[in-house]
DNA sequence: TATTATTTCTAACAGCGTTAGCAAAGATAC
DNA sequence: GTATCTTTGCTAACGCTGTTAGAAATAATA
């Protein structure tokens, strides 16, 4: 008898509901709006039903910032393996960054834009932990080239990718667009810039 | 008669009573639990009266946005007038910057943490625009010395002003706190990079 | 002192996240 | 097929938020 296959279907089939309802009011009003009373509505359940299916809003965020930091680390990967030598793959992981970002506002938004980013969660979820560990490694191979491989890793590691996603923060949101071959000059610049900061 | 006078004497001690209640609640507290709630509770005076005196809760932390604008302007300017040379005048701007946000981390996580950066208010809240307009010249100055002084001015202040966002905005939250030395000698290598960047 | 203007408060509205407890529907056993 | 039990979903509430209409209390004027 599969009356308990059938249960647990159903139980995902509303379980995606839930996440798609959220996605959709998300991007069309902005993740700040976003409510679990809205939520049911669109899904056409009572409240309650969501906290059987999430341990509360904060859950419902997590499931989609942990969706991203999986999406970047994979676009920073593909990045990295394109290049050879760390310096360039440190500039192609930017690049990658900074597209990840410009196509995917919604998410980029939901894990640095508001919310929590860093502290404890860098460590405690596996999706961003990868994503740190891949920042890391990379970085600390771009400095083992360098004249002064020590415990500097994890400061230049945090300067890295705060040049990035201070480049990025501001200008997701800005509104004068300008054109694109002078944001990705702009990019490039300050990034290598740096990366030649580091091998001094 | 100077019951007048005296009315708007007591006005302006409520007002004053209403931003001092709000900056300790913020201090001890955070910004994201300030409630117009207790603000009323700690001046002693029902909710409605806090109307009376800002049209709603946003005007009370742009009270602090702008405050914090005023003061951090202040500080690039007295870095920026210790040095000549434009490119050196970056530098000593970026380590005010970085100096600002950790003595004022209130201030700072109000001003580009939460809330709303960017977009509109650059350009209509005064202390802000003044803000924008010492980055902007202080970029420009160092853009006209390099080889290729065109329209890329503006983009470079974004990206200038947002690698000092991004290494702040990161390390403002962080826990894990490294050697102030390490932070600062960071924080060098990257605005030099940069700037080195600009001149190429 | 009576009237008018001002200040302040009470109480509400509409929304939020969250949860206790009850009603309805489903599955099982007889 | 009916009765029992389990699961599912709902109603209604709690306590919080920002905001405001309208009444009450206070102060200033005539």
Redesign the pocket.
């Known amino acids: ?1 599969g ?2 296959e ?2 647990i279907r ?2 995902e089939q ?1 379980r995606g509901a839930i996440l798609q309802s959220a996605w959709k009011i998300a991007t069309e009003e902005g993740w700040q ?6 939520i ?1 509505d669109a899904i ?9 299916h999430f ?4 859950a419902i965020l997590l499931e989609f910032t942990k969706e991203g930091f999986t999406l970047l680390t994979q676009e920073l990967l593909k990045g990295k393996e394109s290049e050879q030598e760390p310096g360039c793959q440190l500039v192609k992981m930017a690049k990658a960054y900074w597209n990840f970002a410009f196509e995917n506002k919604e998410y980029y938004q939901l894990m640095f834009g508001l919310g929590m980013p860093a502290c404890e969660m860098v460590n405690t979820v596996p999706e961003m932990k990868t994503f740190t560990d891949v920042m890391i490694s990379s970085i600390s191979a771009a400095i083992a080239q360098s004249k002064n491989p020590d415990a500097e890793v994890f400061m230049k590691y945090h300067a890295y990718w705060s040049i990035l996603h201070g480049l990025v923060a501001i200008q997701v949101i800005e509104k004068s667009v300008y054109p694109d071959e002078l944001k990705q000059k702009v990019l490039q610049d300050a990034i290598e810039g740096f990366v030649r900061g580091i091998g001094g």
Chains 1, 2 share one sequence.
């Open positions: 008898m009356v308990a059938r249960k159903h139980k509303v709006t976003l409510s679990i009373r809205k049911a056409e359940y009572s409240v309650p039903v969501i906290y059987s341990e509360n809003k904060e």
